[in-house]
């Protein structure tokens, strides 16, 4: 039995004993979200417009993690409007911002690993380079989103006569004690990406100068900051379209 499958058995079984059926079901979401992620990667690769299949592809992941695992309700609603709210403007900052940068693409440092490949793939790679910051910020915006807008659900079933303005500004006050943590969070998951890298630039003697000027590097700096640009984001989108869905029936 492979390493892979071995691992896929103990994270089931951790799932089922933690989570009992909602592990199961956050399981097979994740399984299943692999899939339409593949999915999304051969329509790109068919020469489809990778940015609107990108942002179709984060609403459907969007949906399914919501729905499936917490419900069709109130909150998950409010969740899934905020992220997508959040996905379009994102991509809206960050479309000519990666164009400017001149990001994308490969580094010299590649060369050797895409020399016997065929480069006339036609694919605007200035857009697969949005596309990355789309679905790398995915995860932690769902995350977030979901967060703040099931704490505010609580408050308002607690509390049924709270002002809207209150609630908004108790989503803004949990938004910020997750900020700092998922922050850190996204950073560390990027920058582990590139430990390989920075010991690489080491062996070849890079000064601080070439690091910082490197294609390489300079595009996994840029999606760490995009990313955090869409979860600041998310905190106040979410707490105000929550506070408006629940406080509606008013």
């Given amino acids: 039995m492979s390493v892979i499958a071995v691992l896929l058995i103990i994270l089931f079984l951790l799932m089922y004993v933690v989570g009992r059926d909602r592990g199961v079901r956050s399981f097979f979401t994740v399984c299943f979200n692999f899939l339409i992620f593949f999915i999304m990667v051969i329509l790109i690769a ?8 990108t942002i179709v592809i984060c609403i459907v992941i969007s949906s399914i993690t919501l729905f499936y695992i917490n419900g069709l309700n109130k909150k998950t609603i409010s969740s899934l409007i905020s ?24 580094g010299k440092e590649q060369y050797d690993s895409i020399s016997s490949l065929s480069l006339y793939i036609k694919l605007n790679f200035s857009t697969i380079v949005i596309c990355e910051i789309l679905i790398g910020l995915l995860g932690a915006v ?13 408050l308002y079933n607690t509390n049924s006569s709270i002002t809207k303005k209150s609630l908004f500004d108790s989503g803004m006050n949990i938004g910020k004690d997750i900020l700092g943590t998922m922050t850190n969070t996204l950073f560390f998951a990027y920058i582990s990406g590139f430990m390989a890298l920075i010991i690489y630039f080491s062996s070849l003697h890079y000064s601080i100068a070439d690091i910082l000027n490197n294609k390489v590097f300079c595009a996994e700096v840029f999606q760490i900051l995009c990313s955090g640009v869409g979860i600041i984001l998310i905190i106040p989108v979410t707490a105000l379209i929550t506070s408006q869905i629940l406080c509606n029936d008013k």
Avoid: C, H, R
Avoid at 46 to 53: D, G, R, S
Avoid at 142 to 154: K, L, P
């Fill in 83 to 106: 992220v997508t709210i959040v996905v379009l403007f994102t991509t809206l900052i960050t479309y000519k911002m990666g164009i400017g940068a001149k990001i994308q693409g490969f």
């Fill in 46 to 53: 068919n020469k489809l417009n990778p940015l609107i299949v």
């Fill in 142 to 154: 769902i995350d977030v989103s979901i967060s703040i807008s099931s704490s505010m659900n609580e």
